[in-house]
């Protein structure tokens, strides 16, 4: 195996473990800060307790997620000039900025509010605490957002020029904030998150009321769950998702029909649900079609003829299309269950039958992975969509790593990254479950009459 597809491979496994983490922590912001909302405007104090409890549970899980998330994300930047020193010389005066701005918001606002939210709670007012935790769920999202910024540059550069040395400089940095592909991912993105994170706290719930434990945590977190996975998973589909497609099918027409298994243009494309790419014949095997759908979806009707890879030079494809194609349909496959299964719970959660239907809360709990299966494969297709290209149009792939980084050293770290990630899986699996089967009011050691709690997970 060459150099090069050892670094894909290298960094593919790492960027890939360590996006586990940041999606539920930033969909984990946004439930807490509704928790801490609802825990600060209730005047029952029944009520207000099992809210702040809840955030407090959900912040101690947050905690150990941000940390893993931090020691995993390190590594990744110090592959730029490793792994891939000649992208990093040539696009590092683009790039640098927006991950600098990452570190900071990561690094220091992030992490400076979550030791209050965690630490102050009998320290500080209950405004201040509520304050704390947006101040989490702000800079989580805004670390966010330069991290999409830098991959959506990748994806579709904008304000930059390219000087005499080969070597790309920003020309406007608000311009490279404000790129329309930023943004559209982004909200795509960040709905995504949501959705790990609303199943992550429904499946909870539903394990509680089905080991018929902490029983009143467990309706908390099937309600807020539900109601947070079903908005985020109708917006992951409309608008964020549509307008996305939209916008790729215009500036990346190429990796659309890759994902769609579309080898040859046609007015009135269908779209495929199911089937096999035979790439040497370019056939899609078996396939299960709806016709004219994919026109409609991408311009609004049925007649409109949608650019096969037929229509694109051979060196220009994506590669790795079969699993283009199976990760994309991975991903929407699993975005309608999702949507489906929170729909039915939400309409039961209203009917006030859902806490009782268990034929309902086993597919919640057991459906715990798939979010991450489903962000996962959405990754992949963004980033097997991209392909021949590492920056989309100016650098390829094969021109970007590191040529004095020979196979052997890459596999070398490669299989050390695999053990010490296999030992942080252990750590994590343990220490989540752990703090799950304590329950939110786990017990606790008092360090003094005024100070904060810790629990002994």
Known sequence: ?????????????????????????????????????????????????????????????????FVLGVVTGIPMEFQFGTNWSEFARRTGGVIGQPLAMEGVFSFFLESAFLGLLLFGEKRISRTIHWFAAFMVFLGSWISGFFIIVTDAWMQHPVAYQRLPSGIYEVTSFWGLLMNPWAWLQYAHNMSGAVITAAFVVASTGALYMLQEKHLEFGRVFLKVGVVAGVISCITQIFPTGDLHGKYMARHQPAAVAGMEGLFHSMPGAPIVLMGQPDVERQ????????????????????????????????????????????????????????????????????????????????????????????????????????????????????EGYSKHVGPGTSLFTLLGFLGMYSLLSILWIVMVYTAIQKGPRAPVIDEGHDAHTLTTA
């Open 1 to 65: 195996m060459d150099a090069l597809t050892l670094h894909r491979i290298h960094f593919a496994f790492t960027i890939t473990y360590h996006y586990l983490f940041p999606q539920l922590t930033m969909g984990l912001a946004l439930l807490i800060f509704v928790m801490k909302t609802i825990a600060l405007r209730t005047h029952d104090p029944d009520r207000r307790e099992r809210y702040d409890v809840a955030a407090r549970f959900w912040a101690r899980i947050f905690a150990v997620n």
């Open 283 to 398: 056939t899609i095997d078996n396939p299960l079609a709806v016709n004219k759908v994919l026109s409609f979806l991408i311009y609004g009707t049925t007649a409109a003829e949608v650019k096969g890879l037929d229509q694109f030079p051979k060196d220009q494809w994506p590669s790795a299309l079969p699993l283009l194609f199976y990760s994309y349909h991975i991903m929407a496959g699993l975005g309608t269950y999702f949507a489906g299964l929170m729909a039915i719970a939400a309409f039961l959660l209203w009917r006030g039958k859902l806490y009782t239907a268990r034929w309902i809360l086993w597919p919640i709990m057991l459906s715990f992975p798939l979010p991450y299966i489903a962000n996962t494969a959405g990754w992949i297709t963004a980033e097997l969509g991209r392909q021949p290209w590492l920056v989309y149009g100016l650098m390829r792939t094969s």
